[in-house]
């Protein structure tokens, strides 16, 4: 029990001892400050579910510096996203762009929103008409009401 | 038959998709570069550390430019095919040597056999960001004008050389 309770201590206490963020060369705070925000929406190729700012693959590290490379040589946030773009393709975007190849990606969604929207009205539409209560026929309404009658009669 | 058919014809279009969606490989990202002049670079040789090359050197030939370094694991892999290419003559191949360092990329050589016309070397993987380099082993077919025809991304296999960077470099050659 208590090794139990030495191990989750340790389970609680370790990871955050351990857990750095990518290395920071944090010469001006505020360059390293605007890096990472432009970088937290930039895709690493290597491990592509982390953003350039929270990945450690050395490459990030690389695009990390050549960003703050560029921001010390007063490129716009823009400029370097270009810069990327022309080396590494739309793909390095967290938020790729509205273009004829990402219609699909951009629009697909409401397309598929209104294609289920239209499903359900006639669906329901349908469902309405089917639920709708049907006619009695004038011999169905006296059977109807004699069986009212009848269990009216026993109840009381 | 409607109930039917419609559950059944969206499940076959949800099974096309998920077959198209498991066949890309997400590793394959589509460079930019393909069709645009390859980026200049003048650096320093690998062999002989006193000489550099210039990608203005090789203009007005068709050239592989592949990216290689030692402690790449799957450079190994493609690395005999580069060697054998290189004995064909085909075309030539030059390598640039990805953030390594120069001891241990000539011993890799000693070891492996060396297959570049000339190898570069790119310490700091500058021109490798410059090329999108991302995952080495790369490897990319340059035209006579100096423009990226093809980027083989990962290594270098029997089929793509025989399907794809053959044809395109005797088509280029021609």
Redesign the interface.
Known sequence: MKKFAFLLALMLVLPSSWAKEAVLVAEDPEIERRMIHLSEDLRCLVCQNESLAGSRADFANDLRREIREQMKDNKSDKEIVDFLVARYGDFVLYRPPVKPTTFLLWFGPFVFLAAGAILLFFYLKRRRRQIEDPALSETQRQQAEALLKDSKGNNA | MMRYLLPLVAFSVLVVFLLIGLNLN?RQ?????IGKPAPEFQLQQLQDSNKTLTSKENLGKVWLLNVWASWCVSCREEHPLLVELAKSGIVPVYGLNY?DERDLALQWLKQFGDPYTVSIRDP???T?????V??VPETYVIDKNGVIRYKQIGPVTVEALETKILPLVKELQG
């Open positions: 997400p990202v589509p460079s930019p570069l953030k700091e993987g500058r490798g960001i410059d090329y999108g991302y995952g």
